[in-house]
């Protein structure tokens, strides 16, 4: 397992505090899971995502992803509809592990307030938290 | 919270930087930094080094020994040679399971009996009770003086010969042992395992020893391997886990003894034998299953439900406690469920998802089934193994077990086939 250190946490994106990454594209945003998350979850074997038109608010359950050993619920970082899905990830679930923040990513959204993104933590922020034991 | 134990090869599991976890009370490894599906892989395809020092560790010896195991287990331990081991249960008196061993003779007067790290305590204390209705029997706990390590996998002969300077590895028999040395050291082998692997050994040495030869094992080209992989590997091979396959079911029911395949190489009912606890249940569902694998299902009754092997066809992974359903029929539910890697014929590495079932004993391989998973029906079939391995545990490095994908071959032939380690001496 990594130390908090060699957790990489791109500038650029923004995080949940439940170890989601989020990238401003316009105006949508592209979601997936963090290098710690994944690093935590082990080899990700299985990826369950929403269908495409979903609308699905803050704090609410939008993929399951599985590991050989346990089963994690993904929270959307921010309310809004799913515009696309990432379709590969079900042929190839590690490439979350691979590559969170590339080939690994989860769902594109239209958000339902654009404004949302900046409310979430920078990558200083969310590796403070994670070293605070998050 | 009370501390949990370490074994004696916790600091190397740190060292390596594995992701330690609480199992049945010891920090163990759940993982090196080569991940689960790494560390299965490196079993099938090379070595894998298991530390399972965790287990619990029991010496029994005097002249009553004998005679108390008969007793207490469930196998014939008068069948046991000197030299050979011996898959058991430690039955109670409802025909269910308390522990499942593995019983051990090395030498001509005393026993080692091999019992699961969560009921150690347990199983301790229930045979240290009985003990005093049989005269002349001591037994002593060596958990913590004695190490035990596994390395498995087609490699694993090749690596322990490049060790050992002295003594003889067991002959290539199904749980035969041998006592070997390397320089001063003392290591007692043997030819068992949980992976299913069909070249593996288990080594037991003073604890102070274990670190140098857990050592000279990762030179010698070993993977470690954490408990997650462990588990994979032992569902793969079909393996019972008490607490899973044995013990209680979710509802809280005790799973018999004979719901387990394995039942029939652990449970003797041979006149040598004569009463021991669960006699009378266990005979009761052994002859219920014998009926029922005869297609007759008058004595169902005493054997509702089976343990079988299910491979899931649609996307997901069956866990434990799912519900299993036939048509609108809810038949049983999952007992253990993961994902496992394999080689495809190509060559490429693949995942497949499977488990092991308690369902209606009139289930057959090949019947088809749905899993409830989140929700959703998702189809699955009855099959008779996952993994298959070559008769004879003996090397060059290709003899290894091999996946097979949604086995279904005629019940007469067993589940165990030629594929199981745990299987008569």
Sequence with gaps: ?????????????????????????????????????????????????????????????????????????????????????????GDDPALLNQNPYGGGWMILVKPDDPAAFSKLLTAEAYRARLKGGA | MSELLKTVLHERHVAQGATMVDFGGWHMPLQYRTGIVEEHLATRKSAGLFDVSHMGRFIVR?????????????????????????????????????????LYRFTPDEYLLVVNASNREADWRYLSQMLSLFPDVQMEEVSESMAMISLQGPRSQTILEEVITGGALPRPLKNALGTVTAGERRILVSRTGYTGEPLGFECFLAAADAPWLWDLLLEKGAAPVGLGARDTLRLEAGLPLFGHELGKDPTGAEIPIFASSLARFAVSFSPLKGAFVGREPLAVQSAALKKIQAGDYSSIGDLPRIIMPFALRGRGIARAGFRVFRGENEVGFVTSGTMVPFWNAAGAREMRAIGLMLVDSRLRRGDPVEIEIRGNRVEAVAVAYHLRSEKVPVPPETVQAKPVLEAVIPAEEGIQGSGCRICPA
């Design chain 1, 1 to 89: 397992m990594k130390n908090i250190e060699e957790v990489a946490l791109p500038e650029e994106l923004r995080y949940s505090a439940d170890h989601e990454w989020v990238a401003s594209e316009g105006d949508l945003v592209r979601v997936g899971i963090s290098d710690y998350a994944q690093d935590q979850l082990g080899d990700i074997v299985y990826v369950e995502l929403p269908a495409v038109g979903a609308r699905i608010a803050q704090g609410a359950i939008f993929a399951t992803v599985e590991s050989v050993k346990s089963v994690s619920e993904c929270f959307m970082p921010l309310s809004g509809e799913v515009a696309e899905v990432n379709g590969p990830l």
């Design chain 2, 62 to 102: 005097g002249a009553g020994a004998l005679h108390f195991l008969q007793h207490l287990l469930s196998n014939n331990a008068a069948a046991l040679d000197i030299g050979f081991a011996q898959y058991t249960k430690i039955p109670n008196d409802r025909g269910g399971a308390l522990d499942d061993a593995y």
